[in-house]
Antibody, heavy 122, light 111 residues
Framework: EVQLVQSGAELKKPGESLKISCKGSGYKFTSHWIAWVRQMPGKGLEWMGIIYPGDSDTRYSPSFQGQVTISADKSISTAYLQWSSLKASDTAMFYC???????????????WGQGTMVTVSA | QSVLTQPPSVSGAPGQRVTMSCTGSSSNIGAGYDVHWYQQLPGTAPKLLIYGNINRPSGVPDRFSGSKSGTSASLAITGLQAEDEADYYCQSYDSSLSVWVFGGGTKLTVL
């Protein structure tokens, strides 16, 4: 079964660092883009960035450039999203999603992780 | 302000047909990039509903259909069912921003 399994919910304080994960299985991890998508409470989906695990080519939305870091470890089929200093406004659900074809721009995201809820509160 | 514009809400009675729009520009939908649609049921992760403008993944009922024309796309749902009540998002790629983009989402209410 093709799936993406994300790490569990996190409760952090402002200023703390965090790295959440997304592990792929059931397919060739290095041949498909992995995107990260934010959903703030009660709001819509926002595309944050994307990585191609095969060569670590990474793109960021201008809204998230410099705010987060996306990486991948192809040896363990896992993508990561990390923050160096969290803010209360980072409180959201974060999803990873797989690009179907591995081609890039026209890829639909066909497999989604279950989501990781990040809560940042003093 | 999303790059792709969707109506905030649509509604319909069981059995009816509803449509929802996704309006973009010459740098995304109008540039020929595919439009994909996702269904997000309450409390769950999004699910791919329509890809490549008109295609349904295996398991998606043929009550759901997509279309694209010019700088816009539409999702139609026929034979509306209570279980269709969800948020629906369109998605494409924008070449001027070099980013993947989502619409703001449309909440479907089944009356």
């Amino acid at each position: 079964e093709v799936q993406l399994v994300q790490s569990g919910a996190e409760l952090k304080k402002p200023g703390e660092s965090l790295k959440i994960s997304c592990k792929g299985s059931g397919y060739k991890f290095t041949s498909h883009w992995i995107a990260w998508v934010r959903q703030m409470p009660g709001k819509g989906l926002e595309w944050m960035g994307i990585i191609y695990p095969g060569d670590s080519d990474t793109r960021y939305s201008p809204s998230f450039q410099g705010q987060v870091t996306i990486s991948a470890d192809k040896s363990i089929s896992t993508a990561y999203l990390q923050w160096s200093s969290l803010k209360a406004s980072d409180t959201a659900m974060f999803y990873c999603a797989r690009g179907l074809y591995g081609s890039g721009a026209n890829d639909p995201f066909d497999i989604w992780g279950q989501g990781t809820m990040v809560t940042v509160s003093a | 302000q999303s790059v792709l514009t969707q109506p905030p809400s649509v509604s319909g009675a069981p059995g009816q047909r509803v449509t929802m729009s996704c309006t973009g520009s010459s740098s995304n939908i109008g540039a020929g990039y595919d439009v994909h649609w996702y269904q997000q049921l309450p409390g769950t992760a999004p699910k791919l509903l329509i890809y490549g403008n008109i295609n349904r993944p295996s398991g998606v009922p043929d009550r759901f259909s997509g279309s694209k024309s010019g700088t816009s796309a539409s999702l139609a749902i026929t034979g509306l069912q209570a279980e269709d009540e969800a948020d629906y998002y369109c998605q494409s790629y924008d070449s001027s921003l070099s980013v993947w983009v989502f619409g703001g989402g449309t909440k479907l209410t089944v009356l």
